[in-house]
T-cell receptor
Framework: KQEVTQIPAALSVPEGENLVLNCSFT??????LQWFRQDPGKGLTSLLL?????REQTSGRLNASLDKSSGRSTLYIAASQPGDSATYLC???????????????FGKGTHLIIQP | EPEVTQTPSHQVTQMGQEVILRCVPI?????FYWYRQILGQKVEFLVS????????KSEIFDDQFSVERPDGSNFTLKIRSTKLEDSAMYFC?????????????FGPGTRLTVL
């Protein structure tokens, strides 16, 4: 059974710093990996999706990498801003049924605070 | 930009009552999902739905749960006899399911409180 772990559980940094959030997973036979942002009491906003054949994806100040063989992904946030404060979730999708039908397995998230 | 919508945003019910949570997935998406998040815990997969039938379900999705697509737009989750431990945030999600990308888009959630 897939287990997804995110480190650190919480992180507080001054505005402007670059930072890295880590995600590890136990079963490398994934179809894709998706990073989300969750604001308190709100839904999940998709940030980036990396397919199993890809090594990284970029969107604006965000860059996500994937090392399937070692079961790791990182989310790099450049030039952090107070508006980046949220919980960041990593989730994998298994490929048993070609990806579409499989649910996501989530980590517990990293609670990020960017100090103004 | 198209988005997944869910109603109600908050539902309070008495233990043993039936509840129906509603979702409108993004138009032209083919796969639909329900997840739940108990306060302070991980988001957990419940069920996926494709072509008008359940594709996958987790061990959480027992006989008390059912899903339905009653028309061309709505996707519902029914809990037959709610328990205190069903109190959670329930999220609906959808994905195009074509082209291999399978990015899942989530709705804002329904907070279910069972008293």
């Amino acid at each position: 059974k897939q287990e997804v772990t995110q480190i650190p559980a919480a992180l507080s940094v001054p505005e402007g710093e670059n930072l890295v959030l880590n995600c590890s997973f136990t079963d490398s036979a994934i179809y894709n990996l998706q990073w989300f942002r969750q604001d308190p009491g709100k839904g999940l906003t998709s940030l980036l999706l990396i397919q199993s054949s890809q090594r990284e994806q970029t969107s604006g100040r965000l860059n996500a990498s994937l090392d399937k063989s070692s079961g790791r992904s990182t989310l790099y946030i450049a030039a952090s801003q107070p508006g980046d404060s949220a919980t960041y979730l990593c989730a994998t999708q298994e490929g048993d049924s070609g990806g579409g039908a499989d649910g996501l397995t989530f980590g517990k998230g990293t609670h990020l605070i960017i100090q103004p | 930009e198209p988005e997944v919508t869910q109603t109600p945003s908050h539902q309070v019910t008495q233990m043993g009552q039936e509840v129906i949570l509603r979702c409108v997935p993004i138009s032209n998406h083919l796969y639909f999902y329900w997840y739940r998040q108990i306060l302070g815990q991980k988001v957990e997969f419940l069920v996926s739905f494709y072509n008008n039938e359940i594709s996958e379900k987790s061990e959480i999705f027992d006989d008390q749960f059912s899903v339905e697509r009653p028309d061309g737009s709505n996707f519902t989750l029914k809990i037959r006899s709610t328990k205190l431990e069903d109190s959670a945030m329930y999220f609906c999600a959808s994905t195009p399911g074509q082209g291999g990308k399978n990015e899942q888009f989530f709705g804002p959630g329904t907070r279910l409180t069972v008293l």
